[in-house]
Structure formats: C-alpha cells, structure tokens
C-alpha cells in the first residue's frame, strides 16, 4: 500500500507557479545564464515533484523548493568548466566611446557581484528571506550569510559610486 503524499499535485503545482519568478530570478543569480537557470528551474521542480511526500510543512514550500534549486545550481556550476570563446564575446565587449550618461542599475550591479554574494543579495532583497531562511536554503552559517551580505553591500557600494 502507498503512502498518500502530505502535499498534493495540484497544490505542488499552484505552489510552482507561485513561485516561479523567484525561483527564476535565485537560478539566475548563481549560474548568470537565462537558458542554466530555465534548466536548473526545470530540474528543481521535477525532483521537488518527485520528493513532495518528504515536505511536511507546505507552508514552508518555497524556501524548500529554493533550497533544492539551489543544490542544482551548484551541481551545474560542479559540473562545467569555466571557458569561453573570444569570438561568442567579442559582441559584448565595451564600445571605444561608450555613452558617459549611461548608469549601471542595481539589478545589473548585483550581476557583477561572484556567485555567493548574488546569490544571499537575491534571495534577501528580492526575495525577502530572512537570514535564518538563507542559511537553511544555502546550507551554510548564519554567520556566513551575515558576512556575504556585508561583502555584497561594500561592492555594491564601490560599483555603484564608480558608475
């Protein structure tokens, strides 16, 4: 006889919809890639889905479903070698007389910032989780996050002023 899982699917469901944009926007700021983060999204959801009998609480889903997004970011980052060709870059790379007037935006600042500051600055001002919710879906020390934070906010600050 099969165990009835505490969350159904159509509650799973709704809850994945609800939480779409935040899961988008977290996958985003770790893997920097709009196609990584679909994927890592994608994956999230269908091992969530598979393990939604393991969720006891379905108040707590999206800092649940987070946290699994979260590992399958890292596994993805684990899992590519970081290589890039010139000629896919060379599109990108500054124009001679850039625009002076031209002003960095947050959103982009918080881009610049390595894989671990963007990922606590998302999930604490974007998403608003607390820093007791971040150390549970990163899997690290209050502490760290506290600190991460601070880090985040002193670059931003130099990135921002530099603009």
Known sequence: MQETPLISKELFCTQVIENQEAMFRTARAILRSDEDAEDAVQEAICAAFAHRGDLRSPE?????????????????????????????????????????????????????????????????????????????????????????????????RLLLREE
């Open 60 to 156: 707590k889903f999206k800092p649940w479903i987070l946290r699994i997004l979260a590992n399958k970011c890292y596994d993805a980052c684990r899992g590519r070698r970081p290589t890039v060709d010139l000629t896919e870059v060379q599109d990108f790379l500054p124009a001679p007389s850039a625009d002076p007037t031209e002003r960095m935006t947050l959103w982009q600042a918080v881009l610049t910032l390595n894989e671990d500051l963007r990922c606590v600055v998302t999930l604490f001002y974007y998403e608003g989780f607390s820093i007791r919710e971040i150390s549970g879906i990163l899997g690290i020390r209050e502490a760290a996050v506290k600190t991460r934070l601070s880090r985040a906010r002193a670059r931003l």
